[in-house]
């Protein structure tokens, strides 16, 4: 391709609104993680959106949106791929089945295509490509395309597999046809028809690569690239998949422009080793017995660990607890509440001077077996591999806190243990808690504890649809240290 004569074509369509664009890097760190743990890669990235009102979408489209199809909230891959793919960027998209891609790149599609120079005569088009594995998938894209399209004549679209009639394919691109969803093989075979006088690449400025992981298991490989390069080189170009394993990842990085790489990946939001678990007490007020019976079995257990040892404690059966309490009056009552039944604790926060901080600190990291109660806040980068058991003993407040404190465990390759103690207030932790176990360790609790749990993360889940509750208002009121987030995600 010559640049000089390539026919300008617009990419941005996407105007960030106000609310959207003044998020806070913590704001944005909450959101992505409430939406199923949306890892970004790549820089420049729009905000996520949380609301389809918030895209700019035309009334046409809104209308199916809400009315025809009744969708209520955006999927995660689509708060943040659809923002990311009006823009003009190239995405890489990789979210599990059923998780609503299509959409995804559809709307952006149909838009870009949408405000191009109609075809001129001896165009066939098509202006978007989009390439999936089978006549099913393929079948399937295009029916949801036309529900878009709706009455829109200037909106053509046709669907090019194997399995269906060529001659009728032909006749359509003799017509002239804006967007094509083709099995590759299909729209290489339209390509060459009549020493590629049929059908040419010339227009094509938005390709989809989707199911690309189906896509390569199934050999297209040679074929996708051979049709990419006959597409301009400032084309927008986006690619969906299921799973992104290396020959894929080599492949997108070859091909795609500056790509963002939006992951969804909810099962990986804790680090898998963590035994996550939580109580639920009657009242506020049974919360200090629920710590000591919580305290007293980890203590058995270091005195069982010790007479099958012979008495000697090795670095090998250290097992260290931290107890994360909201503030330093409540680090103070429970500090001594504790002592008072007997237990050794040692205590950091922020009303201690600095040096005794760090004196704290050493003891904590010198003495086997021992407790440490400090506020989240204090916590950060500490990095102690001996300690096995966290417990949250003031329910936290958002996805942020309970990645930072439970990552204050299984560290390493050691194991680790983190209990939450709510009380039935505690409706956002709770509503975390459903998000971020896993249904065996859901399933390790009396069935009685989780329909508790599950009532109550309901109760917060309607309140952030309807706008009573909020994520992302924690105590400390300091928010989420991002680079030191950063580094325990990359720990
Ligand atoms: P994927 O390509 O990720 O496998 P699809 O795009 O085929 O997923 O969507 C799966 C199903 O979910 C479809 O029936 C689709 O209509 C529906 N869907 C898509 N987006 C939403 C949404 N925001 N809310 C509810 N359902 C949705
Ligand atoms: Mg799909």
């Given at each position: 391709y010559d640049r000089a004569s390539l026919e300008p074509f617009q990419k941005e369509f996407y105007i960030e609104q106000d609310d959207i664009r003044k998020m806070s890097p913590e704001e944005v760190a909450e959101v992505r993680l409430n939406m199923d743990n949306l890892v970004i890669k790549g820089s420049g990235c729009p905000n996520p959106v949380t609301r389809w009102s918030q895209l700019g979408l035309n009334t046409q489209v809104m209308d199916i949106i809400t009315n025809r199809l009744n969708f209520k909230n955006?999927?995660?891959i689509q708060s943040q791929a659809l923002p990311a793919i009006m823009s003009g960027r190239d995405v890489i998209g990789i979210s599990k089945t059923g998780s609503g891609?299509?959409?995804?790149?559809?709307?952006?599609?149909l838009r870009q295509i949408k405000v191009q120079r109609d075809l001129g005569p001896g165009e066939t088009g098509p202006l978007g490509l989009i390439m999936a594995p089978t006549r099913e998938l393929a079948q399937q894209i295009y029916e949801?395309?036309?529900?878009?399209?709706?009455?829109?004549?200037?909106?053509?679209?046709?669907?090019?597999?194997?399995?269906?009639e060529l001659k009728t394919q032909?006749?359509?691109?003799?017509?002239?046809?804006?967007?094509?969803?083709?099995?590759?093989?299909?729209?290489?075979?339209?390509?060459?028809?009549?020493?590629?006088?049929?059908?040419?690449?010339?227009?094509?400025?938005?390709?989809?690569?989707?199911?690309?992981?189906?896509?390569?298991d199934m050999g297209f490989e040679p074929q996708i690239t051979q049709i990419m390069k006959s597409i301009r080189p400032d084309k927008q170009c986006v690619?969906?998949?299921?799973?992104?394993?290396?020959?894929?990842?080599?492949?997108?990085?070859?091909?795609?422009?500056?790509?963002?790489?939006?992951?969804?990946?909810?099962?990986?939001?804790?680090?898998?080793?963590?035994?996550?678990?939580?109580?639920?007490?009657?009242?506020?007020?049974?919360?200090?017995g629920a710590l000591v019976s919580i305290l007293s079995t980890q203590q058995q257990q270091q005195d069982?660990?010790?007479?099958?040892?012979?008495?000697?404690?090795?670095?090998?059966?250290?097992?260290?607890?931290?107890?994360?309490?909201?503030?330093?009056?409540?680090?103070?009552?429970?500090d001594g509440q504790l002592s008072r039944?007997?237990?050794?604790?040692?205590?950091?926060?922020?009303?201690?001077?600095?040096?005794?901080?760090?004196?704290?600190?050493?003891?904590?990291k010198n003495t086997p077996n021992s407790i440490l109660l400090c506020t989240e806040v204090m916590s950060r980068g500490l990095n102690v591999p001996e300690v096995s058991l966290v417990v949250i003993y003031n329910a936290i407040k958002t996805f942020a806190q309970y990645v930072h404190t439970t990552g204050r465990t299984a560290r390493g390759d050691h194991h680790g243990k983190a209990i939450s103690i709510l009380d039935p207030e505690d409706l956002t932790a709770a509503y975390i808690l459903t998000k971020t176990m896993r249904p065996d360790q859901l399933e390790s609790h009396s069935s009685e504890q989780v329909s508790i749990l599950q009532k109550m993360?309901?109760?917060?889940?309607?309140?952030?649809?309807?706008?009573k509750y909020k994520l992302s208002t924690g105590f400390g009121g300091k928010g989420l240290d991002n680079l030191d987030f950063k580094r325990d995600a990359k720990e």
């Open positions: 955006l999927t995660p891609k299509t959409i995804s790149y559809l709307l952006p599609l949801e395309a036309k529900l878009f399209i709706g009455q829109d004549a200037s909106m053509s679209c046709i669907c090019c597999t194997g399995g269906s032909i006749q359509s691109f003799k017509r002239g046809v804006k967007i094509v969803v083709a099995t590759p093989g299909r729209f290489i075979d339209l390509l060459t028809i009549n020493g590629g006088k049929l059908v040419n690449t010339r227009r094509i400025t938005f390709v989809v690569i989707d199911e690309a992981d189906r896509l390569f690619l969906f998949s299921a799973t992104f394993p290396t020959k894929l990842r080599n492949f997108a990085m070859r091909v795609l422009r500056k790509p963002l790489s939006i992951t969804v990946n909810s099962a990986n939001m804790v680090n898998e080793k963590i035994e996550q678990s939580f109580v639920v007490c009657n009242t506020p007020a049974d919360k200090f069982e660990q010790q007479d099958s040892n012979h008495n000697e404690l090795s670095d090998d059966n250290d097992e260290k607890t931290i107890i994360f309490v909201a503030s330093q009056q409540i680090c103070d009552l429970v039944n007997g237990f050794d604790v040692i205590t950091i926060h922020a009303g201690k001077e600095y040096q005794e901080r760090i004196n704290n600190l050493e003891k904590f993360s309901a109760e917060f889940k309607a309140g952030l649809e309807s706008g």
